[in-house]
């Protein structure tokens, strides 16, 4: 019987530990400055929904960008960017104490520096996650995946009740400028850290070419598409629990910043045990069997936080609340990682991202105005009732297994000597591959053409169709465009062992004496006199 892996398992790689150290302090640093935002926010505004607009601030950046940083992530070097967004956020952070010091903040300056704070954050998270996979070797991802969540929810645990102290004590603008401090640690360490740069064959994808290539791949991939719509749907409801947090400790159990603080610390002690079991949860059920119980848990908090009226009580509930939370959104990241080839993971994260802190955005919102209009215990019920029903949508889109297929690069194409003198611009390129295939076997090559064909669309082509000859009808055809050629050959190496076994079906099933063979063809739409594609000096056709 296997071992199972050790939940500590990727501290054995240096490089990811130094990371992740330096991580838990930029951790605290940023629950600090949440839980002085959160707290000022209703010392300078009456307005409930304005106090639930903070937490719609830091998330909505991330919905926003997070597919630009994850195109960015795709094609720059990572370690670059997540530095340039920690600069960014500890520039944002010392201005916002400067600010917060001369009494200069009004409701609307306080968002905006959330907001940009946020715009960081969005650049970041795409680029760590993706270097997951850089930092630790496949079998070690998931306890990665969980351990990155139990970093931030370890300080969870002891930065609010740290922060709600602080800011009673000291003010929300010393909690802000302990916040710009805290980016240097992590700052030296992603300067010290040196990946492996894998060489490129080939250029950069052009920016808005790799952005719709992102949204391609995640349009032709089924089951990645429910891990994003049962994101969006538990971040709109189960952030009301966050959002609302500040309204629970002033105004249900009657408390100050030090009992919000403790509040968010039971939170994230909860998420923490929830990291802990993560690996003997997944080992014994099914991934839909922990989203479900996770969605009906956190419904249940959510309703017992709306019904108390004492401080003990309310620290209770959320406890299992914590540990719901971190169990669903690290099951969904891993199962993104998992089923995303190295080119697009980037941004198959940022799109999951884009999702999760779309609907925590939305959310947000709503749940601050029904909190303004009903007040916040209604909110928290109804958010209640919204998780049920995310836990019963898992009967029509159920969250899928790991995916066990081997998404490695194929490495298997070699580029074709052309006659003609192309650039690397040069297109549209048109594609047709000829297939004998018995008509017993016709059932069978559909079924596999079928998969071929998401394949194709999910890596670049355009205009993908599937031909037989009137005059012989053994004799299938398939077609697609590409752009370019440049386009053309990153196409062929997008593709990965997973792939190679339809590749392997079609032609088990060709019945020709020779492969099938592939025409490479430029597509003309007029037929100038002179022609711009030569053919190359000495090499005459045959």
Not at 14 to 33: D, E, K, M, V, Y
Not at 126 to 137: E, F, I, R, T, Y
Request: hydrophobic share 55%; glycine share 8%; aromatic share 10%.
């Amino acid at each position: 019987m296997p071992q199972r892996a050790s939940a500590l398992a990727p501290f054995r790689h240096a490089t990811f530990r130094a990371l992740w150290t330096a991580t838990l302090a930029s951790n605290l640093g940023g629950l600090i400055q949440a839980v002085g935002a959160g707290w000022l926010m209703t010392t300078i505004s009456d307005s409930d929904d304005m106090v639930a607009l903070v937490q719609a601030a830091t998330t909505l950046p991330i919905m926003i960008f997070s597919l630009a940083a994850g195109a960015l992530a795709d094609n720059f070097d990572r370690r670059n960017i997540m530095l340039a967004a920690q600069v960014l956020m500890m520039l944002v952070s010392a201005v916002l104490a400067v600010f917060a010091i001369s009494g200069m903040l009004s409701p609307w300056l306080l968002l905006a520096f959330t907001f940009f704070i946020g715009c960081g954050t969005a650049l970041h998270n795409p680029s760590w996650q993706a270097s997951m996979g850089d930092l630790v070797p496949r079998e070690d991802l998931p306890g990665a995946v969980t351990l990155n969540s139990m970093s931030y929810n370890l300080m969870r645990s002891v930065g609010p009740a740290v922060g709600g102290l602080i800011v009673a004590l000291a003010g929300a603008a010393f909690a802000f400028a302990l916040n710009a401090i805290s980016y240097i640690a992590l700052i030296y360490a992603l300067w010290r850290w040196k990946p492996q740069r894998p060489p490129r064959s080939l250029p950069r994808e052009a920016f808005g070419s790799a952005i719709w290539a992102g949204l391609r791949y995640i349009a032709m991939s089924p089951n990645l598409l429910k891990v994003l719509f049962r994101g969006f749907v538990f971040g709109l409801a189960a952030v009301a629990v966050l959002a609302l947090l500040p309204l629970v400790a002033r105004d249900l159990v009657q408390g100050g910043a030090f009992t919000y603080g403790i509040m968010l610390g039971c939170f994230g002690a909860g998420a923490i045990g929830g990291a802990m079991l993560n690996a003997r949860v997944r080992e014994n059920w099914r991934n839909e069997t922990i989203v479900r119980a996770a969605f009906t848990g956190f419904a249940i908090s959510a309703v017992l936080l709306a019904l108390s009226r004492d401080l003990w009580l309310s620290c209770l509930v959320l406890l299992p609340a914590g540990a719901c939370w971190v169990l669903t959104l690290s099951l969904f990241n891993v199962t993104v990682q998992l089923s995303t080839p190295r080119w697009v993971v980037g941004r198959a994260l940022a799109l999951y991202q884009t999702a999760t802190f779309g609907g925590m955005a939305a959310g947000s919102w709503i749940w601050g105005l029904t909190a303004e209009s009903h007040g916040a215990d209604q909110a928290l019920i109804v958010s209640g009732a919204v998780l049920l029903g995310g836990a019963l949508i898992g009967l029509r889109f159920a969250l899928p297994e790991f995916d066990k297929l081997n998404l490695a690069p194929l490495d298997r194409f070699n580029e074709p000597e052309l006659k003609l003198d192309l650039s690397s611009r040069s297109g549209p390129i048109m594609v047709m591959v000829d297939y004998e295939i018995a008509q017993a076997d016709i059932p069978a090559f559909l079924t596999a053409m079928a998969l071929r064909r998401r394949i194709r669309l999910r890596d670049g082509a355009r205009q993908w169709a599937l031909l037989r000859d009137l005059q012989d009808p053994r004799v299938w055809t398939e077609s697609y465009h590409v752009a370019t050629w440049v386009e053309y050959v990153r196409h062929h190496q997008r593709r990965t062992f997973a792939d190679a076994v339809v590749s392997d079906q079609l032609l088990a099933l060709h019945r020709g004496k020779e492969p099938p063979r592939v025409h490479r063809m430029i597509e003309r739409q007029t037929v100038p006199i002179r022609d711009d594609m030569p053919l190359k000096v000495h090499e005459p056709l045959p």
